[in-house]
């Protein structure tokens, strides 16, 4: 503490005196939105800093001082405690730093009595430190805000990219202990969770030496991180594990028995892509049994056997289709690593979030089925000799594929968000070689070739049947369009499949008589998709809701029920989620299953992801996944458990009974 004070005394006098200045870090507050009766409105104290200077966290390392704020409140008004963003390291002279180089918001929960009513005003002064590399000066200010009070729209667009930036509480106790000059921290992470450069941020200020190095180590789902003693001997001890990627889980730990041994977290970086990528190749092959796949593969399939498999062509066009495949995952995962950076918490499938994309999934669905009945003919399915054709085939089929997130599919996904983005890339482009391999075998593998069944009357009957499930996938669309964008969209969706059955009908006559039709259509159709894009809304209408028999989910919600001593089970959904409708039916919505829910006390806790709630994003990646299905099982005073992807009805019940023990 003394060394923090001498420098602290020497950067302080470094300014000449008497020179005029203004803030380099200027303080803005700002809300949410109105302030409800009764309720709580989130409040942000918006920290601007000029280029070269920087602020400093809740605990500011060897050197610095922390935000101090006094509120004036009308009465009856409250506020919580200041929530912090995850901050980064600045070493001076030799001195860690816990610092905001840019600009950077602290977040505080205002509580609003039940009586208020009107505009309230809000005032506070502040005082707190601005640094650059050589100086420090200390600045205060005062903000206000007049804030209404009743009912309004949220600005939630900007305080959801601020919340994205705050530690999330974890919720299961972390132990320490001390040993020799090391203060050795258990934290529990789940083993599948990987971590880019940890770093744990010290909350209670002492035990550590700030500018020590730490070092880090996995058992099983605890995380071990092992830092530099400096002194005292703490009761307690609080801190926030950086995950190396912005991300941030605050923790209190309390005295117990750290395990020794377990695995460098540097060592995992090798495995970790390595198991992702066969877990993205595997659950791509597993996507080909999808309805909305499986036709699309068929019929690829049904035109290689008509053109007598012949080996040349066959290897062209499925190397054609494997690199569609490839470029079309990769190019969803880099949009969402794109869209990740620029502060947005989305997840796989984010594309599906926007009613938009769900028109354009619908024209694509309705002109396969069109496609299988006979209507037309669609070249890219049909080509032989351009491997075009086969490209497109495979971009289209992982388009498709995006709803559907199978067996292996999560952790898998879930890693690549973890990783740098080149291997992030790599394991969203496996992902599309497993949806290739098996037009890669029948391509490669003349055995297959020759079990292709020869042509015939077969192969007429069975487009028409593979009609049926491309037929289903178009109404789930239409479905999601209303879900997602009201009567509007859904009305816009029916008349541009009417335009599209129209259009497909003209083009198929013209390809009946020979007449060539592609110069035409090609505009055509694409200026019924941009109208039909135009026309729906640009956000989703519907909110979140919860299935019936279940409780809206939430972090608080959880841990209510523990300490009440009740099981939990919580499940995150979408509606376009053909894997998390197909458990549902299966498993959890059916009467055996909620009796045993209802006679063993469970509470069941559902998370709607279907219009992408951050809050369901940010509690998805801090256990490791890109995407839904997610189902777990608390019990009181033990840790959650991760079940399988494809739930069954006797698995729930049987969990439900050993609680009844």
């Given at each position: 503490?003394?060394?923090?004070?001498?420098?602290?005394?020497?950067?302080?006098?470094?300014?000449?005196?008497?020179?005029?200045?203004?803030?380099?870090?200027q303080p803005e507050l700002v809300?949410?939105?109105?302030?409800?009766?009764?309720?709580?409105?989130?409040?942000?104290?918006?920290?601007?800093?000029?280029?070269?200077?920087?602020?400093?966290?809740?605990?500011?390392?060897d050197a610095g001082l922390p935000?101090?704020?006094?509120?004036?409140?009308?009465?009856?008004?409250?506020?919580?405690?200041?929530?912090?963003?995850?901050?980064?390291?600045?070493?001076?002279?030799?001195?860690?730093?816990?610092?905001?180089?840019?600009?950077?918001?602290?977040?505080?929960?205002?509580?609003?009595?039940?009586?208020?009513?009107?505009?309230?005003?809000?005032?506070?002064?502040?005082?707190?430190?601005?640094?650059?590399?050589?100086?420090?000066?200390?600045?205060?200010?005062?903000?206000?805000?007049?804030?209404?009070?009743?009912?309004?729209?949220?600005?939630?667009?900007?305080?959801?990219?601020?919340?994205?930036?705050?530690?999330?509480?974890?919720?299961?106790?972390?132990?320490?202990?001390?040993?020799?000059?090391?203060?050795?921290?258990?934290?529990?992470?789940?083993?599948?969770?990987?971590?880019?450069?940890?770093?744990?941020?010290?909350?209670?200020?002492?035990?550590?030496?700030?500018?020590?190095?730490?070092?880090?180590?996995?058992?099983?789902?605890?995380?071990?991180?092992?830092?530099?003693?400096?002194?005292?001997?703490?009761?307690?001890?609080?801190?926030?594990?950086?995950?190396?990627?912005?991300?941030?889980?605050?923790?209190?730990?309390?005295?117990?028995?750290?395990?020794?041994?377990?695995?460098?977290?540097?060592?995992?970086?090798?495995?970790?892509?390595?198991?992702?990528?066969?877990?993205?190749?595997?659950?791509?092959?597993?996507?080909?049994?999808?309805?909305?796949?499986?036709?699309?593969?068929?019929?690829?399939?049904?035109?290689?056997?008509?053109?007598?498999?012949?080996?040349?062509?066959?290897?062209?066009?499925?190397?054609?289709?494997?690199?569609?495949?490839?470029?079309?995952?990769?190019?969803?995962?880099?949009?969402?690593?794109?869209?990740?950076?620029?502060?947005?918490?989305?997840?796989?499938?984010?594309?599906?979030?926007?009613?938009?994309?769900?028109?354009?999934?619908?024209?694509?669905?309705?002109?396969?089925?069109?496609?299988?009945?006979?209507?037309?003919?669609?070249?890219?399915?049909?080509?032989?000799?351009?491997?075009?054709?086969?490209?497109?085939?495979?971009?289209?089929?992982?388009?498709?594929?995006?709803?559907?997130?199978?067996?292996?599919?999560?952790?898998?996904?879930?890693?690549?968000?973890?990783?740098?983005?080149?291997?992030?890339?790599?394991?969203?482009?496996?992902?599309?070689?497993?949806?290739?391999?098996?037009?890669?075998?029948?391509?490669?593998?003349?055995?297959?070739?020759?079990?292709?069944?020869?042509?015939?009357?077969?192969?007429?009957?069975?487009?028409?049947?593979?009609?049926?499930?491309?037929?289903?996938?178009?109404?789930?669309?239409?479905?999601?369009?209303?879900?997602?964008?009201g009567s509007d969209a859904l009305?816009?969706?029916?008349?541009?499949?009417?335009?599209?059955?129209?259009?497909?009908?003209?083009?198929?006559?013209?390809?009946?008589?020979?007449?060539?039709?592609?110069?035409?259509?090609?505009?055509?159709?694409?200026?019924?998709?941009?109208?039909?894009?135009?026309?729906?809304?640009?956000?989703?209408?519907?909110?979140?809701?919860?299935?019936?028999?279940?409780?809206?989910?939430?972090?608080?919600?959880?841990?209510?029920?523990?300490?009440?001593?009740?099981?939990?089970?919580?499940?995150?959904?979408?509606?376009?989620?053909?894997?998390?409708?197909?458990?549902?039916?299966?498993?959890?919505?059916?009467?055996?299953?909620?009796?045993?829910?209802?006679?063993?006390?469970?509470?069941?806790?559902?998370?709607?992801?279907?219009?992408?709630?951050?809050?369901?994003?940010?509690?998805?990646?801090?256990?490791?996944?890109?995407?839904?299905?997610?189902?777990?099982?608390?019990?009181?005073?033990?840790?959650?458990?991760?079940?399988?992807?494809?739930?069954?009805?006797?698995?729930?019940?049987?969990?439900?009974?050993?609680?009844?023990?």
């Amino acid at each position: 503490m003394l060394r923090r004070l001498f420098i602290l005394l020497a950067l302080l006098l470094t300014p000449a005196l008497g020179e005029a200045r203004t803030n380099a870090i200027q303080p803005e507050l700002v809300a949410e939105g109105p302030a409800p009766p009764g309720g709580e409105v989130e409040l942000a104290i918006h920290m601007r800093t000029k280029p070269g200077w920087h602020g400093y966290w809740r605990n500011p390392g060897d050197a610095g001082l922390p935000m101090e704020v006094e509120w004036r409140l009308p009465p009856g008004f409250a506020v919580g405690p200041l929530r912090y963003p995850v901050p980064t390291r600045l070493t001076i002279a030799g001195l860690m730093n816990y610092v905001y180089e840019r600009d950077y918001a602290v977040l505080v929960r205002l509580q609003v009595p039940p009586g208020a009513r009107g505009t309230v005003p809000i005032r506070a002064e502040a005082r707190w430190l601005a640094c650059t590399d050589k100086v420090c000066v200390p600045e205060s200010g005062s903000f206000a805000l007049t804030l209404p009070v009743g009912s309004g729209v949220p600005e939630r667009a900007r305080f959801d990219e601020w919340r994205r930036a705050l530690s999330q509480p974890l919720l299961s106790p972390a132990r320490f202990e001390l040993s020799g000059q090391k203060l050795r921290v258990a934290i529990p992470l789940p083993s599948d969770v990987t971590l880019g450069e940890p770093y744990l941020f010290p909350i209670t200020d002492g035990p550590v030496d700030y500018a020590g190095e730490q070092h880090f180590r996995r058992s099983g789902d605890t995380l071990i991180a092992e830092l530099p003693r400096r002194r005292g001997e703490p009761g307690r001890f609080a801190g926030v594990l950086a995950l190396g990627d912005g991300r941030g889980l605050e923790f209190e730990a309390v005295p117990g028995d750290v395990p020794d041994g377990g695995r460098p977290v540097g060592d995992l970086g090798a495995r970790a892509i390595l198991f992702a990528v066969l877990g993205a190749i595997a659950g791509g092959l597993l996507l080909n049994l999808m309805p909305c796949v499986f036709p699309i593969l068929a019929l690829k399939a049904i035109h290689l056997a008509k053109s007598g498999g012949e080996a040349a062509h066959a290897r062209r066009d499925a190397l054609a289709y494997a690199a569609g495949a490839v470029v079309g995952t990769g190019a969803l995962g880099a949009a969402l690593l794109a869209i990740r950076a620029a502060g947005s918490a989305v997840g796989w499938a984010f594309q599906l979030q926007d009613p938009r994309t769900i028109i354009l999934l619908l024209l694509l669905s309705v002109a396969i089925a069109l496609n299988l009945v006979g209507l037309f003919q669609v070249p890219a399915l049909a080509s032989r000799a351009r491997p075009s054709g086969g490209f497109a085939t495979g971009a289209l089929a992982a388009f498709v594929a995006t709803p559907c997130a199978g067996p292996f599919l999560g952790a898998a996904l879930g890693t690549a968000l973890l990783l740098p983005a080149a291997g992030s890339v790599l394991v969203f482009a496996a992902l599309g070689l497993g949806l290739a391999i098996p037009f890669l075998a029948v391509g490669f593998v003349p055995a297959l070739r020759k079990r292709l069944p020869t042509p015939g009357p077969w192969m007429v009957r069975l487009q028409r049947f593979l009609a049926i499930p491309m037929a289903a996938t178009a109404a789930a669309c239409l479905w999601l369009l209303y879900r997602q964008g009201g009567s509007d969209a859904l009305l816009a969706g029916l008349a541009t499949v009417v335009v599209l059955a129209v259009a497909l009908a003209w083009i198929g006559s013209r390809q009946r008589t020979g007449r060539a039709v592609g110069l035409t259509a090609v505009p055509v159709l694409v200026a019924l998709a941009a109208v039909a894009i135009w026309w729906v809304p640009e956000r989703p209408a519907a909110s979140a809701r919860a299935p019936q028999g279940a409780e809206p989910w939430s972090q608080a919600r959880v841990a209510r029920h523990l300490e009440q001593g009740r099981p939990v089970f919580v499940y995150f959904t979408a509606d376009w989620c053909l894997t998390c409708k197909a458990n549902e039916v299966s498993a959890i919505d059916r009467s055996e299953v909620r009796k045993a829910f209802k006679n063993a006390g469970v509470r069941v806790l559902a998370g709607d992801w279907t219009n992408g709630d951050p809050a369901i994003t940010r509690f998805l990646e801090s256990r490791g996944r890109a995407g839904v299905p997610l189902y777990l099982w608390y019990r009181p005073g033990a840790e959650p458990e991760e079940l399988p992807q494809i739930l069954t009805a006797s698995s729930l019940i049987s969990r439900a009974r050993q609680h009844r023990r």
